[in-house]
Each structure stands twice: as C-alpha cells, then as structure tokens.
C-alpha cells in the first residue's frame, strides 16, 4: 500500500544509484550558489538536502503512510522485517495516448462534414 501510495523508486538510500544522486547533487549545488550563501554554509545545505533527497525517493526513508512520525525502515524494524525488492505497476503506464485535434477528429467520424 505504501509503495502505491508513496512512489518510491529505491529500497534504501543506499540504493539510490550515483548517477541520479549526482545528478541531483549538481541541481543542489546550482541552487547553493545562486542563494548568495557563503562556500561551508552553501555546502551543509547540500549536504543536508542530498540526505533528505535520498530519504525521499527511498522506501524504507519515507514517512510511513499510516503513522508519518515513524520512517518505513523504523517501522520495519519495530516488527522485526524487512523489505528486498519491490514491484509498482500503475494502471495505463506506459500507454501513449495519441494527440489528435478535436476537429479533425470530429470531421473524420462525420466524413469530413464538420
């Protein structure tokens, strides 16, 4: 349920793969240096954002839907099990809805009496 509701991508911080937490550490860095802030300051708020980025695109980092004071993995923990893998399906994913002008559409239904 948690994952449905949630979308987590990874298992674990630790599984969030270096080119998307580098990726997302260079978005960080970005926006660091256009706030102004001084160089040490500047990098603890990456710091700090890139630990929170992993905690949010992990599973066992996110605030447990049923009770948000307690993370997944400290819920997890609590009754003694864990979480390996994953699968999230959702309903139409991966179906291209094809763009078609409402008109021409419309016309080609009436045989282009519209």
Known sequence: MHVAAS???FVNPEDVSAEVVEHERQIQIDIAINSGKPKEIAEKMVE????KFTGEVS????????????????????????VSNFIRLEVGEGIEKKEEDFAAEVAKITGGNA
């Open 7 to 9: 979308k987590p991508e």
């Open 48 to 51: 700090g954002r890139m630990k």
């Open 59 to 82: 599973l066992t980092g996110q605030a447990f839907v049923m009770d948000p004071s307690v993370s997944v993995g400290d819920f997890l923990k609590s009754v003694n099990t864990s």
